[in-house]
Structures are given as structure tokens and as C-alpha cells.
T-cell receptor
Framework: EAGVTQFPSHSVIEKGQTVTLRCDPI?????LYWYRRVMGKEIKFLLH????????ESGMPNNRFLAERTGGTYSTLKVQPAELEDSGVYFC??????????????FGPGTRLLVL | GQNIDQPTEMTATEGAIVQINCTYQ??????LFWYQQHAGEAPTFLSY??LDGLEEKGRFSSFLSRSKGYSYLLLKELQMKDSASYLC????????????WGAGTKLIIKP
């Protein structure tokens, strides 16, 4: 079974440009999460999809970030325009529908974004 | 506020045992996870505790005390491949199952 995949693995862009990150969750997983880790800091939650619906986007830093999950399969996270402080590693995770509370999130390898 | 603390870095010897501690202060509690992350790779699930006590899984064990807001990950018979970061994360109720993360403990294994 394929794991969570993310594209690209690395992205270097200039301030003001746009970048779109993609996440393909494990097939059949309804829950999809985006997290971000800024260098030297802990991983922070960004948002959570259940199928195509945004369940919780309380962690999105500002309106320069837009996440979509059309059709409830893969998800994209667009940053427009990118700022220097957006640099970091963006992780995607997915999980099956919760039936017991022992919901385990499976993570992708992350996209390393550097804004110059 | 939400706060999860774990040591920044630890060093241990191959074949030995190491305990990585995690303390948390969160508005509610609905389980604690430990993940392992090798440099440049995805965090991988190691263990989940929601009730007090010890959960053992091979060379790895995880302990939880909810009254103390404390957990530890115990690694036995250390191998060089265990060199990685170990992340403690708490799932708080009412937060829609998002995970609240510690900064991670970098474990260095020496021969």
C-alpha cells in the first residue's frame, strides 16, 4: 500500500511569488491534515479536511494560504504571495475515519519550502 | 495555553537503554502519540497512549501518567538506526483531533 506522498519535495521561490504544494493521502483515508514546521520550532497544525470539507482551519496563518481538496482525494496548499516567514517544512498526514479514537495519522515526507 | 516539553537532544550508546521524557500542559487530553522522524523523512507512528500505564511494542515502550501530564518513550537494545528525532504529540478534545506537538528530541546513538 502506497503511503502519503507530497510534491514537490523541495521548492525555492522568491518573496511575492506563488507556490502550490500537493498531497496525495493514502487511498481510502477520509481525513487529511496539513502541518508546518518552521526551523527550530515544533510542528504546527494548519488545517483538517474530512473528505472534501474543511473541518478545521484554525491553524491557517493568514489569507495568503488557501487549501483545497476537490473530490475528496488529493489536496493542494497554495501560498500567494509567499513571504520570508513562510519558509519551513510542510507536512501532510492522512487517517481513516475515526471508529475508536485511536486515530493514527500517517505522514508524508514533507515539502521543504524556502522563500528568498 | 498548550505546552509540550521534551529534551532537545540526548546521546546514548549502542546496545543500551534510553528514556525520552515528555511533559504536557494542554486544555484537555485525548491521547498521546510518539513519532519517530529520520532526517528528511516523514514522521512515523510509534505508539499511542490514552490510559495510564505502560504500552510495550518490541524494543519500544511508552508510558503515560495523565495525573502528572507526563509520558516517556523507552528504547531498549539501541541500534545505530535508532538515531532520529522523537516527537511527542498530544491530541486534545474539542480540537477536532489536531495534534499538538513538542519540538522533538534528537537522539544520537554512539558505537
Amino acid at each position: 500500500e502506497a503511503g502519503v506522498t507530497q510534491f514537490p519535495s523541495h521548492s525555492v521561490i522568491e518573496k511575492g511569488q506563488t507556490v502550490t504544494l500537493r498531497c496525495d493521502p493514502i487511498s481510502g483515508h477520509d481525513n487529511l491534515y496539513w502541518y508546518r514546521r518552521v526551523m527550530g520550532k515544533e510542528i504546527k497544525f494548519l488545517l483538517h479536511f474530512v473528505k472534501e470539507s474543511k473541518q478545521d482551519e484554525s491553524g491557517m496563518p493568514n489569507n495568503r494560504f488557501l487549501a483545497e481538496r476537490t473530490g475528496g482525494t488529493y489536496s493542494t496548499l497554495k501560498v500567494q504571495p509567499a513571504e520570508l516567514e513562510d519558509s519551513g517544512v510542510y507536512f501532510c498526514a492522512s487517517s481513516q475515519e475515526r471508529t475508536s479514537g485511536r486515530e493514527t495519522q500517517y505522514f508524508g515526507p514533507g515539502t521543504r519550502l524556502l522563500v528568498l | 495555553g498548550q505546552n509540550i516539553d521534551q529534551p532537545t537532544e540526548m546521546t546514548a550508546t549502542e546496545g543500551a537503554i534510553v528514556q525520552i521524557n515528555c511533559t504536557y500542559q494542554t486544555s484537555g487530553f485525548n491521547g498521546l502519540f510518539w513519532y519517530q522522524q529520520h532526517a528528511g523523512e516523514a514522521p512515523t507512528f510509534l505508539s499511542y497512549n490514552v490510559l495510564d500505564g505502560l504500552e510495550e511494542k518490541g524494543r519500544f515502550s511508552s508510558f503515560l501518567s495523565r495525573s502528572k501530564g507526563y509520558s516517556y518513550l523507552l528504547l531498549k537494545e539501541l541500534q545505530m538506526k535508532d538515531s532520529a528525532s522523537y516527537l511527542c504529540a498530544v491530541r486534545a478534545p474539542g480540537s477536532n483531533y489536531q495534534l499538538i506537538w513538542g519540538a522533538g528530541t534528537k537522539l544520537i546513538i554512539k558505537p
